[in-house]
């Protein structure tokens, strides 16, 4: 099965102009929030470099790693660490990441085919796998 272009042509009687396919904020939001703000914010740079806009898709990046850095932080210093504080820092983390950058790089009407979500969910899943039976053969 070939895989859709990155790009995808949009033809009028005055103009063409290509349309860059982008992952949607829902999209961002979720893998932030299931995985960590880290996996968002790639998914984020990546369609930010695709669009030319390079100092934007660096500063994602560092927001989402700062984000989960944080995280990490917090699990370790909490005496009682829960899933609940993971997920709450996820949460804004994924929040920024789709609904500021996101929207300062992609204007909702100029920019409105979004990519599949296929591969990044196979990557998603297969790392997830790897950790748990890193975390399952530690014990």
Same mark, same amino acid.
């Given at each position: 099965?070939?895989? @859709?272009?990155?790009?995808?042509?949009?033809?009028?009687?005055?103009?063409? @102009?290509?349309?860059?396919?982008?992952?949607?904020?829902?999209?961002?939001?979720?893998?932030? +929030?299931?995985?960590?703000?880290?996996?968002?914010?790639?998914?984020?740079?990546?369609?930010?470099?695709? +669009?030319?806009?390079?100092?934007?898709?660096?500063?994602?990046?560092?927001?989402s790693i700062l984000f989960?850095?944080?995280?990490?932080?917090?699990?370790?210093?909490?005496?009682?660490?829960?899933?609940?504080?993971?997920?709450?820092?996820?949460?804004?983390?994924?929040?920024?990441?789709?609904?500021?950058?996101h929207k300062m790089g992609?204007?909702?009407?100029?920019?409105?085919?979004?990519?599949?979500?296929?591969?990044?969910?196979?990557?998603?899943?297969?790392?997830?796998?790897?950790? +748990?039976?890193?975390? +399952?053969?530690?014990?």
């Amino acid at each position: 099965m070939a895989e @859709r272009q990155p790009f995808e042509t949009i033809t009028s009687k005055k103009t063409t @102009r290509i349309k860059p396919q982008i992952y949607s904020r829902r999209t961002i939001w979720g893998f932030s +929030v299931l995985m960590t703000p880290l996996f968002g914010g790639v998914l984020l740079m990546h369609d930010l470099k695709n +669009v030319g806009k390079k100092k934007a898709a660096y500063v994602s990046l560092l927001t989402s790693i700062l984000f989960t850095a944080t995280a990490c932080v917090v699990m370790n210093v909490i005496d009682k660490p829960s899933s609940g504080w993971m997920y709450a820092i996820n949460i804004v983390g994924g929040y920024i990441l789709a609904e500021v950058y996101h929207k300062m790089g992609f204007p909702p009407s100029k920019y409105n085919t979004h990519r599949r979500i296929w591969k990044p969910l196979l990557i998603a899943v297969l790392l997830a796998i790897v950790l +748990v039976a890193c975390y +399952v053969h530690s014990y």
